[in-house]
Nanobody, 124 residues
Framework: QVQLVESGGGLVQAGGSLRLSCAASGRTFGRYAMGWFRQAPGKEREFVATISWSGVSTVYADSVKGRFTISKDNAKNTVYLQMDSLKPEDTAVYFC?????????????????WGQGTQVTVSS
């Protein structure tokens, strides 16, 4: 069992930056690929980024590529999402998720555990 707790959300102006953190419980954090998803009001939850269990491989959604960076610190049981050049369309609740195994893709059903989410609001 893995419990995930996100933090770092908030209100920021367009062009600004935020760093989200996701702290995981459990001793086997290094055995999980991690992902970030987001859900805007009235929309489906969508994939943002994923990182392999080693932290070496990353994949991003086209909408955030070049602006967001996912990273993983296995010693701290934490995954991060650095968000730069934020746009109003990035406004959403951001969720982190854990998938058993070395890698995961962009499908929600690939992930076994989910956090409760943290709100990110980008004003224009």
């Amino acid at each position: 069992q893995v419990q995930l707790v996100e933090s770092g959300g908030g209100l920021v102006q367009a062009g600004g930056s935020l760093r989200l953190s996701c702290a995981a419980s459990g001793r086997t954090f290094g055995r999980y690929a991690m992902g970030w998803f987001r859900q805007a009001p009235g929309k489906e939850r969508e994939f943002v980024a994923t990182i392999s269990w080693s932290g070496v491989s990353t994949v991003y959604a086209d909408s955030v590529k070049g602006r967001f960076t996912i990273s993983k610190d296995n010693a701290k049981n934490t995954v991060y999402l650095q968000m730069d050049s934020l746009k109003p369309e990035d406004t959403a609740v951001y969720f982190c998720a854990a998938a058993r195994g070395p890698r995961a893709g962009g499908g929600r059903d690939e992930y076994d555990y989910w956090g409760q989410g943290t709100q990110v609001t980008v004003s224009s």
